[in-house]
């Protein structure tokens, strides 16, 4: 009985140190080029290098379900952006791209977080915002390689969630992602 138990147990030693797992073959790494992140695609159009982005807020301070940049947003370098933005809340919002001075929009006033570059509505506008159920497209000009914001002008909003970030850089096409 004990002969059969060793030897059991001598086969299971055996078994459990050579059974290797074969890890599956991932994807191979692009030769040369930049590893993007997976993403889900943007439109994008060739000729006029502008990608075309569209927000919308429905319940305070969100852009498409979320905020306090969950949203990124991926351009190539050297391409526009073209955002159409739809108030859908109950409250005044705006949306504008800001080339940021520090790594989160944390002032009440937004502009003493980073330069406010194109925005819907535009000029001062943009600290009053939207009404509820307008809508706006703002255009920017090509964007140089980078981290940027798109935030809400209206005092306090940014600062409570309201914003999402673009970076521009060597991708080939835009796309975004949501998660922290
Ligand atoms: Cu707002």
Redesign the pocket.
């Known amino acids: 009985m004990l002969v059969v138990i060793v030897g059991i147990l001598v086969i299971y030693l055996f078994a459990t140190q050579t059974y290797q797992p074969v890890a599956p073959a991932g994807p191979a790494a692009p030769e040369g080029g930049q590893a993007q992140p997976a993403g889900t695609p943007l439109p994008f159009d060739e000729e006029t290098k502008t990608v075309i982005f569209t927000l919308i807020?429905t319940n305070g301070?969100e852009y498409n379900g979320t905020s306090y940049g969950e949203l990124k947003v991926y351009v190539p370098e050297g391409s526009k952006l073209r955002v159409t933005y739809i108030n859908q809340?109950k409250?005044?919002?705006?949306a504008g791209l800001m080339k940021p001075n520090k790594d989160k929009p944390t002032s009440p006033q937004v502009n003493k977080d980073g330069e406010v570059l194109a925005a819907t509505p535009s000029g001062q506008e943009f600290y009053f915002?939207l009404n509820p159920g307008e809508q706006g497209t703002f255009e920017t000009d090509p964007l140089s390689k980078g981290t940027y914001w798109i935030v809400?002008?209206?005092p306090g909003?940014?600062a409570s969630g309201?914003w999402i970030v673009v970076n521009a850089g060597n991708y080939d096409t835009p796309f975004y992602t949501v998660g922290k």
Not at 91 to 94: A, D, F, G, I, N
């Open positions: 807020t301070f809340d409250l005044p919002h705006s915002g809400c002008g209206v909003h940014a309201q």
